[in-house]
Structure formats: structure tokens, C-alpha cells
């Protein structure tokens, strides 16, 4: 679904089953607005990429320099293994050719692993709904600035869910958690949803003689 919401800031959080899938970025793009359904892997939202792009492209031209300085260290390390063996060259000149090649190694492995963040970073820049749910909460308002751990988008997993009932304490004596049940909603019609009792509230509610179950 569209949305009239879009250049919301710095982060993105997508809360589900008690956690947070985050992703940082200039937020160019929110697609979803509260209450749309959305289904695994949809789009919800888009992280502007000029900046990510340019990073990935940058750490592939360091990687390409390491790569070409560690091919000129291997051949004069080669040399200088053929050398010594002739005795032209110092043992001293050898170890030094065989350092340099293998720091020229090192400096390839780190540059490789720098440009895997950066494409991870630029394939983030996509964020997908991490399963079937419904946008409950839309957190930022358009163009507000949030702070590093700011929120601005709640995803609810319908697919699980817990209603606390109010029951009257002299039916609540006859209920025993696992029991099953079901569950009538406002809005629903006469449709009632088949669930199970998980908890039993201890104690009444203040000033009531109600005692909340839990069913799901």
C-alpha cells in the first residue's frame, strides 16, 4: 500500500517476536502505513543508495589496488627465492620479500571483507517484511529527525496471538489452563476463533470481581 510518509531519518526498526531487524540508512521511502496487511518479503521500505553504491564501489577499487600490490609482491618474492637459492641475493632480502607478500595477503583478506559489508549495506537498502503481519503502530512523522535508536514502523505477527478475557471469578473456578475455548472479537460477526487457555490470573482485578484469563 502507499503512504504519504517518506525522508523519516537515519533507521529503520521493524519490531517482531520481541526483537528488532534493523537497518541504517538515509530512509528515502516508507511503503506501508498503519494497519496495511503485508506478507513475507514484502517491500516496506527503501534506504536512499547513491551513498551505498559509491561505498560498494569504492571498497571494489581497494580491493582491485590489493590485489594488483599483492600479485607485484608474489613475483618479487618468487625472485627472490630463485635468487637466494643462486646465492645473488641476502638471506635478509628474501625475508623481507616473503613479509611484504604476506601482508600484501593480509591487506587483500581485509579489503575483500570490507567490500562484502559494504554490498550487504547496499542489498539492506531494500528493507522486507520478515513475516506475515500487520503495520500496528507508524512511529515518526514525516520529516522528523530521530535520534540513533529511534523507531518509526511496528510490525505485529498476527499469526500469534493472546486475548486476556475478564471472567466472572464463579466460572473462572471451573477453567483449568489448557482447556480449550473460543473466542468471540468485536468487528468478527458471530465468527469465533479457536484458541486455548494459557494462563489464569491469581488474583481478581482491583475493584472488580473479575479475574483475567488468558487464552491464545
Known sequence: AGSDVAHLGNLLLVQHAGGYITAYGNNETLLVKKGDKVTKGQLLARF????????????????????????????????????????????????????????????????????????????????????????????????????????????????????????PAADVVRMKVGQQALVTLEGFGERGFEAKVTRISPTAQPGSRSILVYVE
Open 48 to 167: 536512499e543508495t547513491t551513498e551505498l553504491q559509491a561505498r560498494v564501489n569504492e571498497r571494489q577499487s581497494s580491493v582491485e589496488a590489493a590485489r594488483a600490490d599483492l600479485r607485484w609482491a608474489a613475483r618479487d618474492r618468487s625472485d627472490k627465492e630463485a635468487l637466494a637459492a643462486r646465492n645473488i641475493v641476502s638471506q635478509s632480502a628474501l625475508d623481507q620479500a616473503r613479509a611484504t607478500a604476506e601482508q600484501k595477503t593480509s591487506l587483500v583478506s581485509m579489503a575483500e571483507a570490507q567490500l562484502e559489508v559494504a554490498r550487504k549495506n547496499l542489498a539492506d537498502a531494500d528493507v522486507l517484511a520478515p513475516f506475515d503481519g500487520v503495520v500496528g503502530e507508524r512511529i515518526a512523522n514525516q520529516g522528523e529527525s530521530l535520534p540513533i535508536d529511534g523507531k518509526i514502523l511496528a510490525l505485529l505477527d498476527t499469526s500469534h496471538v493472546e486475548v486476556a478475557a475478564q471472567m
